[in-house]
């Protein structure tokens, strides 16, 4: 039997070696390196990018961009404590990711990606933008951009993961008819 304790308060460090931000080109080669090794570093380096509270849209390639909405979300509640990396590694296990980040200005980066693999119903081609905007060195604002149909698809095949996640563009439309159901 183990008797949980409370840790004693840590001391902050307050040094600028210790407090300083990252740049945008530096956070993009680190998106850009992380692409290039596989998905789980990918998702590892992604999620240490972002503030605890971002504003989020998630859009298909049409929409227009002054119809993008975004929900503000409290990010380390919503993303969870497990590893999704392992869980779409178990559940699509040819998972493969490849592309490209840009810092495109002091505050913004966009990174241009492909995840591919196979899921149930056959090959799975997900073309993703994102566009990270940077304030002191994490993701505030956050837009995804992809293909409707195949997000979908991504969506239906691992369970709809971000279901009740407070963005519904990233939940499964249960209305439309996916891999040939109602």
Request: hydrophobic content about 40%.
């Amino acid at each position: 039997m183990t008797k949980e304790t409370t840790p004693p308060a840590a001391p902050k460090w307050t040094s600028e070696a210790m407090n300083t931000p990252e740049n945008t080109d530096e956070m993009a080669r680190r998106i850009r390196t992380a692409l290039n090794v596989d998905f789980e570093m990918y998702h590892s380096v992604h999620h240490t990018l972002f503030a605890a509270v971002i504003e989020v849209a998630i859009a298909p390639w049409e929409q227009p961009t002054d119809q993008h909405e975004y929900t503000v979300l409290d990010h380390d509640t919503v993303a969870g404590e497990g590893n999704y990396g392992a869980f779409l590694r178990r559940t699509i296990p040819d998972l493969a990711i490849a592309g490209t980040a840009t810092a495109r200005s002091a505050d913004t980066i966009v990174a241009d990606y492909t995840i591919i693999g196979t899921l149930p119903d056959g090959p799975l081609h997900l073309h993703t933008e994102a566009t990270l905007n940077v304030e002191n060195g994490k993701v505030v604002r956050y837009l995804v951009r992809h293909h409707a149909a195949e997000w979908q698809r991504f969506l239906a095949a691992t369970g709809n993961p971000y279901e009740g996640g407070g963005i519904p563009s990233a939940e499964l439309d249960k209305t439309d008819v996916v891999n040939g159901d109602a």
